[in-house]
């Protein structure tokens, strides 16, 4: 059974600086694109960030370009985003999710971040 | 700035069919989107239901269909249940790594 975890979740002051961790199993991690995708509070899903299955391929929106840091480690088999400065707008539950055949396949259950003072 | 568009809400009778549609504000939708579609109840992660057009992920009732119908996504639920009542999303891929989630559509059966 695939299984992903995210961990890392918080309250955190605007400017300051959190990362997530996504514990994953069930599956060839390292077989994988991985995702983060968040949803802010009452509002929809976005699109954050990509990682190909070797770290060398990246891609974020644009939003998030220059703050936040998507990375991976196969023999950890986990997931990490790391994020800076930053914003109110950042608040929100962020999800890891596997990417197969150009979707998002299987989901983990979410981590809070909320960016206040 | 590429923005996907969704039904805000919809409402459908028990039983009934519906289809909620993913289009782009400027240009159609084809399969070289690979559009995918998700399901989110309150406090739940998404569940995906349809990805690649119309390939229905592991466990998904027939029921629920994915196809392109004229310049857009479409998903379309026949015999609609009372636990159908979710919210959907769509995404496509804009190539480049990058994919854009449309904004989500409210369904109510009743």
């Known amino acids: 059974e695939v299984q992903l975890l995210e961990s890392g979740g918080g309250l955190v002051q605007p400017g300051g600086s959190l990362s997530l961790s996504c514990a994953a199993s069930?599956?060839?991690?390292?077989?994988?694109?991985m995702s983060w995708v968040r949803q802010a509070p009452g509002k929809g899903l976005e699109w954050v960030a990509n990682?190909?299955?070797?770290?060398?391929?990246?891609y974020y929106v644009d939003s998030v370009k220059g703050r936040f840091t998507i990375s991976r480690d196969n023999t950890k088999n986990s997931l990490y985003l790391q994020m800076t400065s930053l914003r109110d707008d950042d608040t929100a539950v962020y999800f890891c999710?596997?990417?197969?055949?150009?979707?998002?396949?299987?989901w983990g259950q979410g981590a809070l971040v909320t960016v206040s003072s | 700035q590429t923005v996907v568009t969704q039904e805000p809400s919809f409402s459908v009778s028990p039983g009934g069919t519906v289809t909620l549609t993913c289009g782009l504000r400027?240009?159609?939708?084809?399969?070289?989107?690979?559009p995918s579609w998700y399901q989110q109840t309150p406090g739940q992660p998404p569940r995906t239901l349809i990805y690649?057009?119309?390939t229905r992920s592991s466990g998904v009732p027939d029921r629920f269909s994915g196809s392109i119908v004229g310049n857009k996504a479409a998903l379309t639920i026949t015999g609609a249940q009372a636990d159908d009542e979710s919210d959907y999303y769509c995404v496509l891929y804009m190539g480049s790594g990058l994919w854009v989630f449309g904004g989500g559509t409210k369904l109510t059966v009743l």
């Open positions: 999710a596997t990417v197969d055949g150009y979707a998002l396949r299987y």
């Open positions: 990682m190909n299955q070797d770290g060398s391929d990246k």
């Open positions: 400027s240009g159609s939708v084809s399969t070289r989107f690979f």
């Open positions: 069930g599956f060839t991690f390292s077989s994988y694109w």
């Open positions: 690649s057009t119309n």
